[in-house]
């Protein structure tokens, strides 16, 4: 498994990440914020597993020595590499509007300043 | 009105080891699906790495939750030829008991070995308990909430 990204996937429900051998790896509900992992049985994989808002520490994108950008998710102390794209314009657009519907489905929902700031880092990390 | 169960069954060529959600729909209304997964923040802090929580689900147990399946109905939607679903027809009054118990939240215990913990599930164990639960007896447990397992019960169901 390579967890490569085929495509980012928005829905009226949902947002989803494709990879190239599987459908809907990750999942983020637009109804709770919540993050469904369903990676499959890979070493690098959760599966059946979710994040709560509460338990989101946001998005990071890395820019790999062959010129790809891994889409890691934070959650707790875990950093995570959710796949792995060349196109970061999409990821970035992608990551900002899921990290904006988990954010909002928080306990205490961030402001627009406190979003703003986390797009920035994200847009430069 | 009908209760249906869909399962994405194991394929290990893929690293595919599964899935199982309830659904339901009333008349002229989408169809609900609900899934039981866990939280990987609920597992000790030693094993919620992405290389140590198989390890730990199979021996012991942690909170279960209920979700809004939206995996299943991403692929129910996208028509995942895969998808093995078995479907029947219910009264008004099947349909309120199903979406009280199988109301979005924390419930239960979740553990990869439910049969060795008495009261915990998988979302194998918890479909099954839920329909079963609320219709009768329809579908037989099966060991330790096995996909493969239900897959084969599901198949003969579609033969019948």
Not at chain 1, 30 to 51: K, Q, R, S
Request: aromatic fraction near 10%; hydrophobic fraction near 40%; glycine fraction near 6%.
């Amino acid at each position: 498994m390579s967890k490569r990204i085929r495509s980012f996937k928005t829905t009226e429900r949902a947002m989803f990440i494709n990879l190239e051998d599987r459908d809907s790896s990750v999942c983020v509900d637009f109804a709770e914020g919540n993050i469904l992992l369903f990676e499959g049985t890979g070493p690098d994989c959760y599966h059946g597993a979710m994040v709560s808002p509460e338990d989101f520490r946001g998005f990071a994108l890395n820019l790999t020595e062959r010129d790809e950008w891994e889409v890691m998710l934070r959650f707790g102390d875990i950093t995570h590499v959710l796949g792995v794209t060349e196109s970061v314009e999409e990821a970035t657009r992608w990551l900002r509007k899921a990290a904006e519907i988990i954010r909002s489905k928080m306990p205490t929902a961030k402001t627009a300043s406190e979003q703003t700031q986390e797009v920035h880092e994200l847009a430069t990390a | 009105m009908t209760v249906s169960v869909y399962l994405s069954p194991s394929i290990p060529e893929d690293h595919e080891p599964g899935h199982m959600c309830l659904a339901w729909q009333k008349e002229k209304e989408a169809v609900e699906f609900r899934g039981y997964v866990f939280k990987v923040l609920d597992l000790p802090a030693e094993y919620q790495s992405v290389t140590k929580w198989r390890e730990y689900l199979f021996d012991h147990v942690v909170p279960g939750y209920v979700i809004v399946d939206e995996i299943m109905i991403e692929k129910h939607a996208c028509g995942d030829a895969n998808l093995i679903a078995r479907h029947w027809p219910a009264n008004p009054w099947h349909i309120e008991e199903l979406a009280e118990k199988a109301k979005p939240g924390p419930r239960g215990v979740y553990s990869f070995n439910p049969d060795d913990h008495p009261g915990a599930h998988n979302c194998v164990t918890w479909v099954t308990e839920v329909v079963n639960q609320v219709l009768g007896v329809v579908l037989p447990k099966v060991r330790q909430g096995r996909i493969k397992l239900m897959t084969e019960v599901l198949k003969t169901f579609r033969q019948e």
